[in-house]
């Protein structure tokens, strides 16, 4: 089972770097799913663009279902609508949706996720968040996970060639991660003489403070080129001088120059 983890490390207290391990993309598999547990979803519920397959009270989840279809009408005006309703399971504990996803001894803050194998976000309900989340913020991952399936599937079913920072960046700033908390990081790493180079991120993404780094990039690309760049260059990452006109070198020096002026010197 090939999964996109993308669990709002954004969501969860930072102490240096990052708070968390690894991100699993192309390839990856981590083999402790246990599929039986899907059982216990027991109830179902349409939307528009989505099937949701949950355990106990609707109620709770009305929020849920009502942001991810904003979520929908949001990023598929920027990428694309996708080709059939995307299915959501909804699991009513963390404990379940671990052993459903990466085993049983799983890290708190994994909450959410992107099967693109099976075309399927999986998550935990925002009524048992785990120790590290609020039910707040299982929407905001909810949001998250859905714009990987939005990018996945814009690239025709494939990730082959997707750089993990871009990935993640289009996740993040299109999925409003890019908050006060995150603005702090940035702001206390330009002081500090400690934001790093585009290559830096794709080669050490979590040890670089990676998903807030790559939110700023996908956000400073979409205000210096427009929608229609980032979708050529999501498409197409290798195309990046041709679509750009910049050398890997220039672009980290005019997203860095961005960077300075919109979040530097600033409380």
């Not at 998903?211 to 210096?224: D, K, L």
């Amino acid at each position: 089972m090939k999964i996109s983890l993308s669990l709002a490390l954004l969501l969860i207290p930072f102490s240096g770097a990052t708070a968390g391990a690894a991100e699993p993309h192309e390839g990856a598999k981590w083999g402790h799913a246990d599929a039986s547990v899907a059982a216990v979803l027991t109830e179902t519920r349409g939307t528009k663009h989505f099937d949701f397959r949950f355990a106990g009270d609707e109620t709770v989840l009305k929020d849920l279902f009502s942001c991810m279809e904003g979520a929908y009408k949001r990023v598929s005006k920027v990428l694309a609508p996708l080709p059939a309703r995307l299915r959501v399971e909804i699991y009513p504990d963390i404990n379940l949706y671990h052993k459903r996803t990466f085993g049983e001894n799983s890290a708190g803050w994994m909450v959410g996720n992107f099967d693109p194998d099976e075309n399927v976000i999986r998550m935990t309900s925002p009524a048992s968040p785990g120790p590290y989340h609020t039910p707040g913020d299982m929407l905001v991952t909810a949001a998250h996970e859905f714009t990987h399936a939005m990018t996945f599937h814009f690239r025709g079913g494939t990730r082959e060639g997707l750089p993990v920072w871009l990935d993640e960046g289009v996740a993040i700033y299109y999925s409003g991660q890019l908050d006060e908390r995150a603005r702090k990081r940035v702001r206390k790493a330009l002081a500090e003489n400690k934001v790093p180079d585009i290559a830096q991120l794709q080669e050490n993404f979590m040890i670089y403070d990676g998903y807030t780094f790559a939110g700023t990039i996908v956000e400073f690309i979409s205000a210096e080129y427009g929608g229609k760049k980032l979708r050529e260059f999501i498409m197409d990452p290798a195309g990046q001088e041709r679509i750009f006109g910049l050398s890997p070198a220039a672009l980290n020096e005019a997203w860095r120059k961005r960077l300075a002026a919109k979040y530097g010197n600033k409380p």
